[in-house]
C-alpha cells in the first residue's frame, strides 16, 4: 500500500482541519464532514480488501520458447467476489522488455462475473527471461486507498531464441587446393587404407614395392578419402560499449549473423565449429542441418563478457587454419588490425566472409571494406536498425509493444 498520494494527503488535511475546527469552536457541521470524509476512508478500504482478497487471476498463453521478434498473445481471465465496486484493477506483468521489465495493465470486472482479456507480448532481444503476473493492486473508487498482493502464480521461465535469415554459403576451397590439402594429405599417407591395381595417372611415392614384386605388377596405395573442409565461424564476444537497448540489438545481430553463416554453411554441406572465447569459454561443433539448434542454443544463452580483444582471439585461431576450408569473422567493431587479419587468412588459402554489424557508413569506415573485398574477402556491413539496404540482407527490430487493457 502506498503510504502517501496527493488525494490521500489532501484527504488527511482536511480531516485534521475539520477536526481541529470542531475542536476549537464545537460546531457540529465540522464534526459530521470529518466522520463523513473516515466513513469515505474506512469505505474504500473495505473495498479494496474485500476485492483484492476474493481476486482469482489466471493467464495462459506464454510459450516456453519463442523467436527474438515474436509475439505471444496472452490470454488471462479475473474475477472477484466484491459487492463494493472499486475504480481500478491493476496487474503487473513481467515482460522481456530493453525500455521496462513491469508492464501494467487495467482491468474492470463487475462482482462475481469472470472477465476475459488478451494482451501482446513482444520479445524484442534473445535472452531467458521470467515472463507472468508479479503482482495485482486494487485502488478503491475515491482514489485514496491502494493495495496489493502476489497472485501466487509462478513465473514461467521464457527463452528468446535468437533466428538465422537465409544467407548464401561461403564456397570453401577444393581439398586439392591450398595448404590446408597438404596437411590432410601428410596425414592421409601416413595411413593408407588398401592397395589396388596401377592406373595410369597414380604417383610413384604410392606404390607399394614389396607386394608389386611379389604379384609381379605394380600395385599403389589407396588412402582414405579426406574429410570435406569445415568451417569456424567466430563471433566476437568483447563487451559492446552502447546504451542498454543499442547494446542488446548489437548482441542479437552478432549471434543471429553467426547462426545464419552456421544455418547456410550446414545445409551445403559442410562441417562448422563456432568457438565461443568468452568469460567462460566454449565450442559448439556439427555436421548436418540437424546439428543447428545446438548452436541456436548456445547463442542464447552466450554473453559478451570476453576478457580479450577480437584481434587476440583472431591470433589464438590461427593455428587451426591449416585444418580450416572457410573462416567467417562477425564482429560489431572493425579496425585496421582486424581487417589486416581477415586478409591473411584470404591469402592462406581460408576462404574468408567478415561479417560487420554496424549502422556506420562514414567513408573512411567503408573504404576499409572495399579494402577487404578488394583482396578476396567477401565483406560486407550489417545495419541492425536497418531493414537490409544494399550490403546485407537483416529483418526490421521489432518494437516493444504499447500496452493497454
Same mark, same amino acid.
Not at 489532501?10 to 465540522?30: H, I, K, Q
Not at 466522520?35 to 469505505?43: C, I, Q, S, V
Not at 474475477?79 to 530493453?98: E, M, T
Not at 545446438?294 to 584481434?311: H, I, M, N, Q, T
Given at each position: 500500500?502506498?503510504?502517501?498520494? !496527493? $488525494?490521500?494527503? *489532501?484527504?488527511? #488535511? @482536511?480531516?485534521?482541519?475539520? &477536526?481541529?475546527?470542531?475542536?476549537? /469552536?464545537?460546531?457540529?457541521?465540522?464534526?459530521?464532514?470529518?466522520?463523513?470524509?473516515?466513513?469515505?476512508?474506512?469505505?474504500?478500504?473495505?473495498?479494496?480488501?474485500?476485492?483484492?482478497?476474493?481476486?482469482?487471476?489466471?493467464?495462459?498463453?506464454?510459450?516456453?520458447?519463442?523467436?527474438?521478434?515474436?509475439?505471444?498473445?496472452?490470454?488471462?481471465?479475473?474475477?472477484?467476489?466484491?459487492?463494493?465496486?472499486?475504480?481500478?484493477?491493476?496487474?503487473?506483468?513481467?515482460?522481456?522488455?530493453?525500455?521496462?521489465?513491469?508492464?501494467?495493465?487495467?482491468?474492470?470486472?463487475?462482482?462475481?462475473?469472470?472477465?476475459?482479456?488478451?494482451?501482446?507480448?513482444?520479445?524484442?532481444?534473445?535472452?531467458?527471461?521470467?515472463?507472468?503476473?508479479?503482482?495485482?493492486?486494487?485502488?478503491?473508487?475515491?482514489?485514496?486507498?491502494?493495495? !496489493? $498482493?502476489?497472485? *501466487?502464480?509462478? #513465473? @514461467?521461465?521464457?527463452?528468446? &531464441?535468437?533466428?538465422?535469415?537465409? /544467407?548464401?554459403?561461403?564456397?570453401?576451397?577444393?581439398?586439392?587446393?591450398?595448404?590446408?590439402?597438404?596437411?590432410?594429405?601428410?596425414?592421409?599417407?601416413?595411413?593408407?587404407?588398401?592397395?589396388?591395381?596401377?592406373?595410369?595417372?597414380?604417383?610413384?611415392?604410392?606404390?607399394?614395392?614389396?607386394?608389386?614384386?611379389?604379384?609381379?605388377?605394380?600395385?599403389?596405395?589407396?588412402?582414405?578419402?579426406?574429410?570435406?573442409?569445415?568451417?569456424?565461424?567466430?563471433?566476437?564476444?568483447?563487451?559492446?560499449?552502447?546504451?542498454?537497448?543499442?547494446?542488446?540489438?548489437?548482441?542479437?545481430?552478432?549471434?543471429?549473423?553467426?547462426?545464419?553463416?552456421?544455418?547456410?554453411?550446414?545445409?551445403?554441406?559442410?562441417?562448422?565449429?563456432?568457438?565461443?572465447?568468452?568469460?567462460?569459454?566454449?565450442?559448439?561443433?556439427?555436421?548436418?542441418?540437424?546439428?543447428?539448434?545446438?548452436?541456436?542454443?548456445?547463442?542464447?544463452?552466450?554473453?559478451?563478457?570476453?576478457?580479450?580483444?577480437?584481434?587476440?582471439?583472431?591470433?589464438?585461431?590461427?593455428?587451426?587454419?591449416?585444418?580450416?576450408?572457410?573462416?567467417?569473422?562477425?564482429?560489431?567493431?572493425?579496425?585496421?588490425?582486424?581487417?589486416?587479419?581477415?586478409?591473411?587468412?584470404?591469402?592462406?588459402?581460408?576462404?574468408?566472409?567478415?561479417?560487420?554489424?554496424?549502422?556506420?557508413?562514414?567513408?573512411?569506415?567503408?573504404?576499409?571494406?572495399?579494402?577487404?573485398?578488394?583482396?578476396?574477402?567477401?565483406?560486407?556491413?550489417?545495419?541492425?536498425?536497418?531493414?537490409?539496404?544494399?550490403?546485407?540482407?537483416?529483418?526490421?527490430?521489432?518494437?516493444?509493444?504499447?500496452?493497454?487493457?
Amino acid at each position: 500500500m502506498q503510504v502517501f498520494n !496527493s $488525494r490521500r494527503l *489532501g484527504c488527511g #488535511l @482536511v480531516m485534521a482541519a475539520m &477536526l481541529v475546527a470542531g475542536l476549537s /469552536t464545537g460546531v457540529r457541521f465540522y464534526y459530521l464532514i470529518f466522520l463523513a470524509m473516515l466513513a469515505m476512508l474506512l469505505l474504500g478500504l473495505i473495498a479494496a480488501l474485500w476485492t483484492l482478497f476474493t481476486l482469482k487471476f489466471d493467464i495462459k498463453g506464454v510459450r516456453a520458447r519463442v523467436n527474438r521478434g515474436e509475439r505471444m498473445m496472452t490470454v488471462f481471465t479475473v474475477r472477484h467476489g466484491s459487492l463494493l465496486p472499486v475504480s481500478a484493477i491493476r496487474v503487473c506483468l513481467n515482460v522481456p522488455s530493453a525500455y521496462a521489465p513491469t508492464q501494467e495493465v487495467n482491468v474492470s470486472c463487475p462482482p462475481f462475473a469472470e472477465r476475459t482479456f488478451r494482451q501482446v507480448i513482444a520479445c524484442p532481444h534473445r535472452g531467458v527471461y521470467e515472463a507472468g503476473v508479479t503482482r495485482i493492486s486494487v485502488e478503491d473508487v475515491f482514489g485514496l486507498i491502494r493495495l !496489493s $498482493r502476489n497472485p *501466487g502464480a509462478k #513465473l @514461467v521461465r521464457l527463452e528468446v &531464441l535468437p533466428k538465422a535469415w537465409e /544467407t548464401p554459403p561461403l564456397q570453401l576451397n577444393s581439398i586439392d587446393q591450398g595448404p590446408e590439402f597438404a596437411s590432410r594429405a601428410a596425414e592421409d599417407n601416413a595411413s593408407p587404407s588398401d592397395v589396388c591395381s596401377w592406373q595410369e595417372g597414380d604417383e610413384l611415392k604410392k606404390v607399394h614395392w614389396k607386394l608389386s614384386l611379389r604379384k609381379r605388377e605394380l600395385m599403389v596405395r589407396t588412402y582414405e578419402e579426406s574429410a570435406r573442409p569445415d568451417t569456424l565461424i567466430i563471433p566476437d564476444l568483447a563487451e559492446i560499449t552502447a546504451l542498454h537497448d543499442q547494446q542488446l540489438t548489437l548482441e542479437d545481430c552478432v549471434c543471429e549473423a553467426s547462426l545464419s553463416a552456421a544455418q547456410a554453411q550446414l545445409n551445403a554441406g559442410y562441417p562448422v565449429r563456432m568457438p565461443l572465447v568468452g568469460a567462460r569459454p566454449g565450442e559448439i561443433a556439427g555436421q548436418f542441418p540437424a546439428d543447428l539448434p545446438a548452436f541456436s542454443e548456445a547463442l542464447l544463452r552466450v554473453k559478451f563478457d570476453s576478457p580479450y580483444g577480437y584481434e587476440q582471439v583472431l591470433t589464438l585461431m590461427l593455428a587451426r587454419f591449416q585444418r580450416t576450408g572457410g573462416a567467417v569473422l562477425v564482429t560489431a567493431r572493425l579496425t585496421t588490425r582486424i581487417a589486416d587479419m581477415a586478409l591473411r587468412m584470404q591469402r592462406s588459402g581460408v576462404a574468408t566472409k567478415l561479417v560487420w554489424v554496424s549502422d556506420d557508413a562514414r567513408d573512411d569506415s567503408m573504404a576499409l571494406i572495399e579494402r577487404l573485398r578488394m583482396g578476396g574477402v567477401k565483406a560486407e556491413r550489417l545495419d541492425p536498425w536497418g531493414s537490409g539496404g544494399t550490403d546485407a540482407r537483416r529483418p526490421e527490430a521489432v518494437p516493444d509493444d504499447e500496452y493497454d487493457g
